[in-house]
Nanobody, 123 residues
Framework: QVQLVESGGGSVQPGGSLRLSCAAS????????IGWFRQAPGKEREGISC????????YYSDSVKGRFTIYSDNAKNTVYLQMNSLKSEDTAVYYC????????????????WGKGTLVTVSS
């Protein structure tokens, strides 16, 4: 019932920045929690950020805290992940995902997923 489309991935040098977008349809953001995940080949999926609108909550994993910012443009039903000070270890496919209402438990997985966008950080 929720469709998610990521965009904004690409190749960047260490220290650079990218902004990822997650466009949602099917529900308005005010009834959703939106999470960002990443997965590199051979590595486990990592939940790195989440935003929920019912309780005005944001979460960042230790690996991205202070470098990444999650925010929304609710008029566009879009959530963004601003990624600064990128490191080679940030290289991964990045996914946005959604569940109803709250971020609680999101790192175990969410109900709706986008197809992902590739971020490559290399010199």
């Amino acid at each position: 019932q929720v469709q998610l489309v990521e965009s904004g991935g690409g190749s960047v040098q260490p220290g650079g920045s990218l902004r990822l977008s997650c466009a949602a349809s099917g529900y308005t953001l005010d009834s959703l929690a939106i999470g960002w995940f990443r997965q590199a080949p051979g590595k486990e999926r990592e939940g790195i950020s989440c935003i929920s609108f019912s309780d005005n909550y944001t979460y960042y994993s230790d690996s991205v805290k202070g470098r990444f910012t999650i925010y929304s443009d609710n008029a566009k039903n879009t959530v963004y992940l601003q990624m600064n000070s990128l490191k080679s270890e940030d290289t991964a496919v990045y996914y946005c995902a959604a569940q109803r209402y709250y971020c609680s438990g999101f790192r175990a997985g969410m109900d709706y997923w986008g197809k992902g966008t590739l971020v490559t950080v290399s010199s």
